[in-house]
């Protein structure tokens, strides 16, 4: 009885460890494309759209928790940076909380690809506007590869297409009397290398 008692604990720790939280790291840098739609909204002189190149990049901290080659979920705070000014010429940073869910498989070998999808919210200050905060919702899919190097250590990396879409906000010229309303949508692919580490 004792016997089958050890046993039951010992493959318990083995499955709560399996399962059992871990922490990381990622950096990744992306090559993407900026579309900014202004609109004059007190007399509707025009609506344009300009679209050009853009890049960003980031270091993303995350807790997770699940199965090695099963789903795991897993929340992320990310700093991004982007390679020019998109609003306020004082800020180029913007910081986004996400959720992701993450897709395993067990290929063998202490290889796991895995696919994965999230999604966030993220903020940054700007000044001369009609807020002094623009907020961003961001969404991120993709696929990559993990490989377990130690008991606890994984060196895992992949490529997503990350989104972001600025909410509206408006600049008033009381000069011309005049409203002009901006909104901002990037998108490209990201990647990225990182570390994780189950404890």
Request: glycine share 12%; with cysteine; proline share 2%.
């Given at each position: 009885?004792k016997k089958v008692f050890m046993t039951v604990l010992f493959a318990g720790g083995l499955m709560a460890a399996e399962q059992g939280w871990y922490m990381g ?86 290889f796991y690809p895995f696919v994965k999808a999230g999604l966030g919210i993220g903020y940054m200050g700007v000044e001369g ?71």
């Amino acid at each position: 009885m004792k016997k089958v008692f050890m046993t039951v604990l010992f493959a318990g720790g083995l499955m709560a460890a399996e399962q059992g939280w871990y922490m990381g790291i990622e950096s990744g840098f992306a090559i993407g494309t900026l579309k900014m739609t202004k609109m004059d909204e007190t007399n509707s002189l025009y609506d344009t759209e300009r679209r050009h190149h853009t890049t960003f990049s980031d270091v993303k901290l995350k807790l997770g928790k699940g199965r090695d080659g099963d789903i795991k979920f897993q929340g992320a705070l990310s700093f991004v940076r982007f390679g020019e000014y998109p609003f306020s010429i004082r800020t180029k940073q913007v910081t986004e909380g996400s959720v992701e869910i993450i897709k395993e498989f067990d290929a063998g070998n202490l290889f796991y690809p895995f696919v994965k999808a999230g999604l966030g919210i993220g903020y940054m200050g700007v000044e001369g506007y009609s807020t002094s905060r623009i907020q961003e919702v961001c969404y991120n899919m993709g696929a990559g590869l993990s490989y377990k190097t130690a008991d606890h250590l994984y060196l895992l990396a992949g490529i997503d297409f990350v989104g972001k879409i600025w909410e509206e906000f408006y600049i008033y010229d009381p000069k011309v009397n005049k409203v002009t309303v901006e909104s901002i949508d990037m998108g490209g692919f990201k990647p990225y290398i990182g570390v994780n580490y189950r404890f």
